[in-house]
């Protein structure tokens, strides 16, 4: 075979491969190549997606103000003023509380979806957003914040340090503590976090592997994947990494912990880096793929922003870290996003990895779509 023919074969071969990539997650890196403006396109595509099909808002609870976290770091990014009053609308429906008794006499904080778990932390994620639309809007009005004040400043006032019993719970609150320090002044509220989180790392922390297990019930010999291996829920660690990211940017450089903590931001991010598949995404068990194989979109988009906010903020190596970036947003905006601004793949509302679990492009939630917002407001301010 002579070398012109040779050429033709090769380039027909490259062809197919590219045509073929179009059905399947793409598995090579590729450097990101969208303008900010371009970013903000995205971030307007899926959010105006979600709200225009979600006019009636929802409760307080942990999925719904999941999202509310997402959009408020879209707001910031975009000053787009229907993101603002879509949030404003659902504050005010939930009278900016969360779980709403008040006998303090009752107030639980295991797990229940009622009003009277108050000091659950499920029902107190709520407040990361009510206390950023009190700083947005001016800070003219107390009563946007008075819940968070009377409801955190109570559960600071018991003697419980075991508030903190799921890894999702550290995203739920931890940044409502940062957020009402930096607000209060009162020391109470960092002290208290490392007080809560210390509990929380004796649980589910494995420092072997650098990773949080999603409770007591998962910690690995009692717990196994289905290779036998340590069971990390992706979505799980991915609440900490992006809780991590959000509770060191909030903390003045003089708080005593906050070297602790991006340390162990930056110990995380070395082992997710090492378990971040060749497509881009994470499994839903990170270290054993074959336990539940596939893309999943919510823990992928909250690594994404964790890694992306290091990188910007100068925590995390750009030469070391960029590339798993590049992979992982290219998941996100060529494969989990699709072309109505859906945003798919996103294991539905559970707490670990399930073994054939269908997650496919029509699983969507609107934690998960809040995951994705924070990852593209922050890639937005990573490219020119």
Not at 285 to 294: C, F, M, N, V
Request: net charge positive; hydrophobic share 40%; charged share 25%.
């Amino acid at each position: 075979m002579n070398f012109k023919n040779s050429f033709f074969i090769l380039m027909a071969s490259v062809s197919l491969a590219v045509v073929g990539c179009k059905s399947t997650v793409v598995q090579q890196r590729t450097a990101i190549k969208q303008s900010k403006k371009e970013v903000i396109s995205i971030i307007d595509k899926v959010n105006s997606r979600w709200q225009d099909t979600h006019p009636e808002l929802g409760n307080a609870f942990w999925n719904v103000a999941a999202y509310h976290t997402g959009n408020m770091e879209a707001y910031k990014v975009t000053q787009n003023k229907k993101y603002l009053d879509y949030s404003m609308a659902w504050a005010e429906k939930n009278q900016w509380m969360g779980a709403k008794s008040k006998d303090k006499s009752e107030w639980k904080y295991n797990y229940g979806e009622n009003d009277k778990h108050v000091l659950f932390g499920d029902w107190q994620i709520c407040f990361q957003t009510y206390i950023d639309l009190y700083n947005f809007t001016g800070k003219n009005d107390p009563n946007k914040i008075a819940r968070a004040r009377e409801v955190m400043e109570y559960e600071m006032s018991t003697a419980a340090n075991d508030y903190w019993w799921w890894v999702d719970g550290l995203y739920m609150v931890m940044p409502v503590m940062t957020k009402l320090h930096k607000i209060t002044g009162n020391e109470m509220y960092l002290e208290k976090l490392h007080t809560y989180l210390t509990h929380a790392n004796g649980i589910m922390y494995d420092d072997e592997a650098k990773l949080y297990f999603r409770d007591a019930k998962y910690v690995y010999p009692k717990h196994k994947s289905a290779n036998g291996k340590k069971d990390f829920w992706a979505r799980g660690d991915g609440w900490i990494f992006a809780g991590y990211a959000k509770i060191i940017q909030d903390l003045p450089n003089s708080s005593k912990h906050k070297k602790e903590y991006i340390s162990r931001f930056k110990d995380m991010a070395k082992a997710l880096a090492n378990a971040q598949q060749k497509e881009g995404y994470w499994t839903r068990s990170i270290l054993d793929p074959e336990h539940a194989p596939g893309p999943e979109t919510s823990g992928t988009a909250f690594f994404t922003y964790g890694f992306l906010w290091g990188i910007n903020n100068g925590i995390l190596d750009k030469k070391t870290y960029l590339p798993v970036v590049e992979k992982s947003w290219n998941y996100l905006i060529t494969f989990a996003l699709q072309a109505d601004g859906t945003v798919g793949y996103v294991q539905p509302i559970g707490e670990k990895a399930i073994p054939g679990q269908v997650v496919d492009k029509n699983s969507t939630s609107d934690f998960g779509v809040g995951a994705f917002l924070l990852a593209a407001s922050e890639m937005s301010r990573f490219v020119k």
